[in-house]
């Protein structure tokens, strides 16, 4: 099993930052990955952004590229999501998500998940 912990939430202005942390513990796999989900109120749940455990290979989603940043410390077993020129859109649930999974970059291909953290981005 892989537990996941999300923390970092809270609550900014537009044109902020926050880093979200997902904390990894428990079994993983050689080729592990980790992403990030977000969910808004009235809206299916869409991966922003995800990271190969092993190489390093980043995705993501089109509506975050060049505001947020994922990446990995391997010696604390956690990943990050920095989040930068925050916009009222952003509001959602973030969770985050492991796979042992080649097709890491594909929402379907998660199984385990964070409790979530909400964020919300005031105008």
């Known amino acids: 099993q892989v537990q996941l912990v999300e923390s970092g939430g809270g609550l900014v202005q537009a044109g902020g930052s926050l880093t979200l942390s997902c904390a990894v513990s428990?079994?993983?796999?050689?080729?592990?990955?980790i992403g990030w989900f977000r969910q808004a109120p009235g809206k299916e749940r869409e991966l922003i952004a995800a990271?190969?455990?092993?190489?390093?290979?980043?995705y993501y989603v089109n509506s975050v590229k060049g505001r947020f940043t994922i990446s990995r410390d391997n010696a604390k077993n956690t990943v990050y999501l920095q989040m930068n020129s925050l916009k009222p859109e952003d509001t959602a649930i973030y969770y985050c998500?492991?796979?042992?999974?080649?097709?890491?970059?594909?929402?379907?291909?998660?199984?385990?998940w964070g409790q979530g953290t909400q964020v919300t981005v005031s105008s």
């Open positions: 998500a492991g796979t042992g999974r080649m097709d890491w970059a594909y929402p379907h291909a998660y199984d385990y």
């Open positions: 990271i190969s455990w092993s190489s390093g290979t980043s």
């Open positions: 428990g079994r993983t796999f050689s080729n592990y990955a």
